[in-house]
C-alpha cells in the first residue's frame, strides 16, 4: 500500500444531477458515528471509513454517494485497512514531533482554494462537506503530516541510485534487447473459416486487383487510404497501422513474409489462416542490445517500485507491532 496525495481530505462541488445513476448499494449499511477499530485507544469511525471509500471509488460522486453492490464489500474492507494505517502513521508522526512546515501548509491551501471560484464557495463547501472550515483544515494538517511521514520512511528509502541500476542492468542485459521489428500496414481479404477453394478462389482475385493499386501506394497515407477503403478487418479504421510488430508476436504464417520486407517495400498477395494479406513495412529495425543510458530510466522506476513495495509492507508492518490495533 502506497500513501499518496489523495489520502487528503478532499472538497467536491456536488454533481449537477443524478439522472441516469444506475442501480448501486449504499455507501455502508453502518452508522458514520459506529467505532470499526481503536489505534492506541484511538477510535477510528465508519464515517472515516466512508471517506477512505470515496477516494477509493472515483466515481463516488456521480453514483450519488453510493457504490456498486458488488464492489461493496472490497472497498469497504480495503478502505478500514487504510483508515487503520493512516491513524497509525499520524499517532507515529506525533510521537516524533514532526510538524507541517508554514510554506507547505500555506501553499496547500492556496492550491485547493485554486478550485473554488470565491474564498466563500470554499468555506461554503468546507462546512457542508466537514462541518467547519476548521474541521476541514484539521483533517488536512492530519493528511499532510502522515504523508510526511511516509515520505521519509517509505519514498525516500525507496530512492535507487545510478550504481543500483547500472547493476541491475549488467545482471540482466538479456531482458534488454530490442527485438527484431517491422511497422506494418496491411490490408486484408477474409475468407471463411472452412472456405471452399472457391471462396477461396474468389477472395484471392479481390486482393489481386487490390495488389497493384497497394504497389502504386507510395507512402504510409496512401497505402492507409487503401486500407480504410478496402480492407476486411478492424485495422482497417487505423488505416492498417499495426504499429511496430515484434518477431515472435507475429502468427507464424505470416512472419517470414512481414521481415522479409524492406523499408517503404509493399509484398505480394500472403495466404494467412483468415484471409489474403497485402503487408506494407514501413521502416524495419533489427534486432539490438538497448544501451544503459536508454533503458537506465526504465529499470530505476521498476526497482523503485518493488523497493516501495517491500519497504510500505515491512513499514506498516511495525507500526502495528508497535501499537495496539483492535478491529470492532
Not at 471509513?49 to 453514483?63: G, S
Not at 472490497?74 to 507515529?92: G, P, T
Not at 477474409?190 to 497493384?212: C, D, G, M, V
Not at 513474409?257 to 509484398?267: H, I, M, R, Y
Amino acid at each position: 500500500m502506497q500513501l499518496q496525495s489523495s489520502h487528503q481530505p478532499t472538497l467536491t462541488m456536488p454533481p449537477a444531477s443524478s439522472a441516469g445513476v444506475p442501480e448501486v448499494a449504499a455507501i455502508s449499511t453502518k452508522p458514520p458515528t459506529a467505532q470499526v477499530a481503536r489505534i492506541n485507544g484511538v477510535v477510528v469511525t465508519q464515517a472515516q471509513v466512508d471517506e477512505e471509500i470515496q477516494r477509493l471509488f472515483p466515481y463516488f460522486a456521480i453514483h450519488g454517494g453510493r457504490v456498486p453492490e458488488g464492489a461493496r464489500k472490497q472497498l469497504q474492507d480495503q478502505a478500514i485497512h487504510d483508515a487503520v494505517l493512516h491513524e497509525l502513521m499520524y499517532q507515529e508522526a506525533r510521537r516524533r514531533g514532526l510538524q507541517v512546515p508554514p510554506e507547505a501548509w500555506q501553499k496547500r491551501l492556496t492550491d485547493i482554494r485554486k478550485n473554488f471560484p470565491t474564498r466563500k464557495a470554499y468555506e461554503e463547501t468546507a462546512v457542508k462537506q466537514y462541518g467547519s472550515v476548521a474541521e476541514f483544515e484539521r483533517r488536512l494538517r492530519r493528511a499532510m503530516l502522515a504523508e510526511q511521514l511516509w515520505k521519509t520512511e517509505v519514498t525516500s528509502k525507496s530512492a535507487v541510485t545510478t550504481e543500483e541500476a547500472r547493476a541491475y542492468y549488467a545482471s540482466h542485459k538479456a531482458q534488454y534487447v530490442r527485438p527484431e521489428a517491422v511497422w506494418l500496414q496491411t490490408i486484408s481479404i477474409n475468407f471463411p473459416k472452412s472456405a471452399t477453394a472457391e471462396q477461396k478462389q474468389e477472395a484471392r482475385k479481390i486482393a489481386e486487383q487490390i495488389l497493384a493499386k497497394a504497389k502504386a501506394a507510395k507512402s504510409y497515407d496512401e497505402f492507409g487510404v487503401l486500407a480504410e477503403q478496402l480492407s476486411q478487418d478492424n485495422w482497417r479504421v487505423m488505416m492498417g497501422d499495426h504499429k511496430w510488430v515484434h518477431r515472435g508476436t507475429v502468427t507464424p504464417d505470416i512472419e517470414s513474409a512481414v521481415f522479409s520486407l524492406k523499408s517503404g517495400e509493399t509484398s505480394g498477395v500472403v495466404e494467412a489462416a483468415t484471409g489474403y494479406l497485402i503487408l506494407r513495412a514501413n521502416e524495419h529495425q533489427q534486432k539490438r542490445q538497448m544501451t544503459f543510458d536508454e533503458m537506465s530510466a526504465t529499470i530505476r522506476k521498476g526497482l523503485e517500485s518493488e523497493k516501495r513495495g517491500k519497504r510500505s509492507t515491512d513499514f506498516e508492518a511495525a507500526l502495528r507491532k508497535s501499537a495496539k490495533v483492535e478491529m470492532l
